[in-house]
């Protein structure tokens, strides 16, 4: 089973319905289950994006909002979406980033250049990829990083445009 990154849109008024429902369940099942619409598989492309980024020691603020994007702010408030049926407790459990934290990236995510970010890769597409620690990649990678920045952008966007908070984790 591949681990992806996970992020789910989420209104304040549902987690505390999933906090009292895994309160009042005897196994702590916080009955998750955001909206299709309302969340999106990142795959490993953030991951692997990030890695390369590192590795050039690219800007350290973009480096800084991707990583926050991905990886929350705050894991003790959604302590209660610990459970199997969020995720497979492989990895960190899911973290929390409250609106106007949402807000906030959301804000940086627009001011990056995804283009000018993707020109740090090396033109090679075998060593760009190697860069990114996917080894072999099939497929165009600039598209596949590109489209995931841009998911990634407009999902904050729409976020902080109806005062949700966002939800990470790995599955």
Do not use: K
């Amino acid at each position: 089973m591949a681990l992806t990154q996970l992020l789910a849109r989420v209104s304040p008024a549902d987690l505390d319905r999933c906090r009292r429902t895994a309160a009042d369940s005897p196994d702590g099942n916080p009955g998750w289950d955001p909206p299709a619409g309302d969340r999106i598989d990142l795959n490993w492309a953030l991951w692997g994006l990030l890695r390369h980024l590192r590795r050039v020691e690219a800007a350290s603020d973009v480096v800084a909002v991707l990583d926050r994007s991905i990886d929350g702010d705050n894991a003790a408030a959604v302590v209660f979406l610990d459970h199997l049926e969020v995720y497979d407790r492989i990895g960190d459990p899911p973290t929390l980033l409250a609106p106007d934290a949402v807000a906030e990236v959301a804000r940086e995510l627009d001011t990056i250049d995804t283009a000018a970010l993707l020109a740090l890769l090396p033109r090679d597409p075998v060593q760009a990829a190697e860069s990114c620690g996917f080894g072999r990649f099939h497929g165009a990678l600039t598209a596949y990083l590109a489209h995931h920045v841009d998911t990634l952008r407009a999902f904050y966007r729409d976020a902080a445009t109806r005062g949700l908070a966002v939800v990470t984790w790995v599955d």
